[in-house]
């Protein structure tokens, strides 16, 4: 078959160049001209929550109890009187919620023993109010913040303020003897964790500032202790920044400040009188008693954390 216009033979022509993009792939791409093949994204790490000490993560809490306290001492401080007579602020009961609640950090088995130990701290201050002929309640459990036991009526001089503050860590230092005799028994970790922190609590409460047992002990010796000892305290939440302390610079300022105030009236010179054979008592207890918290805390120094007790 010839064209129609040139009569040439369709044999003779050159093979027709394939449109561009309908001929086929070449086998090799260069990579530059490579079609990178989708890549499947690597899984994220799973997320792990920012662990803070327990003192951080409860410290809002506590800042906040602490403004409320400020804001309406008096009140609470009359509601807290009235706590120990309703049903469901009894001391057993209290004393669960706190064990509960200290076992969330630690072993359910150091939460009761430290609870334990806070009883037996806090039966020494209401024995030796009952000896003094002073009413008071029956011990009542704050978790986190220890326990309280509440005075009906005041002492009736700072001598015997200074028996009833001292009484706790005293009962609390012989309490102590009891895991320390476990330890030493059976090696257990976990009585050497408990006497350690009994120790710790019965020395920490015996700092000489409001309202601490210390502090109601120093007024038996000179008002002007726990004055200092208020300052000393303010310079610690300074260096070791602590919910706690700033708690009882809240509190202890209250009282402080109220008695210094009123340290020239004549019913805070009867109060403050106090006969020399007393103050020598108090202060060979109280350092007595510290020197011998410290060397309990240095025989059971262990060093693991709490919760692996």
């Known amino acids: 078959m010839k064209d129609m216009d040139s009569g040439s033979n369709f044999a003779d022509r050159p093979p027709l160049t394939p449109a561009y993009g309908t001929e086929a792939p070449p086998a090799y791409l260069p990579p530059q001209y490579a079609t990178p093949e989708p890549q499947t994204p690597e ?3 799973p997320l792990e929550p920012d662990r803070k000490p327990f003192w951080k993560r409860a410290g809002g809490a506590l800042v906040a109890l602490a403004i409320l306290i400020f804001s309406y001492g008096a009140k609470l401080k009359g509601l807290l009187l009235l706590l120990p007579k ?3 602020f009894t001391t057993s009961a209290s004393a669960l919620v706190s064990v509960a609640a200290y076992a969330l950090i630690f072993t359910w088995k150091f939460a009761i023993g430290f609870v334990l130990l806070l009883f037996v701290h806090e039966m020494g201050h209401v024995l030796q109010l009952r000896r003094e002929g002073i009413k008071a309640t029956a011990p009542l459990f704050i978790p986190f913040l220890g326990a309280v036991v509440g005075m009906k ?5 700072a001598a ?3 028996r009833v503050g001292l009484a706790g860590p005293i009962l609390g230092t012989v309490g102590c003897l009891v895991p320390l005799g476990l330890w030493l028994a059976t090696g257990e970790q976990l009585f050497q964790a408990l006497a350690y922190t009994g120790f710790f609590l019965n020395l920490f409460n015996l700092a000489p500032v409001l309202p601490l047992d210390g502090g109601r002990a120093m007024a038996a010796l000179s008002p002007w202790i726990a004055i200092v000892g208020f300052a000393g305290i303010i310079v610690m939440a300074f260096v070791f920044p602590n919910p706690i302390l700033l708690l009882i610079i809240l509190l202890g300022g209250f009282e402080t400040y109220r008695r210094f105030k009123a340290r020239k009236t004549e ?3 009867r109060y403050n009188e106090v006969r020399p054979r007393d103050r020598l008592i108090v202060a060979a207890v109280f350092i007595g008693l510290s020197a011998l918290l ?3 805390m240095d025989l059971t120094y262990l060093e693991r954390e ?4």
């Open 43 to 45: 899984p994220y790490p």
């Open 86 to 88: 309703l049903k469901i």
């Open 153 to 157: 009526e005041l002492p009736k001089d």
């Open 160 to 162: 015997a303020e200074a």
């Open 267 to 269: 019913e805070s010179k």
């Open 294 to 296: 410290i060397v309990g």
């Open 306 to 309: 709490l919760s692996d007790a």
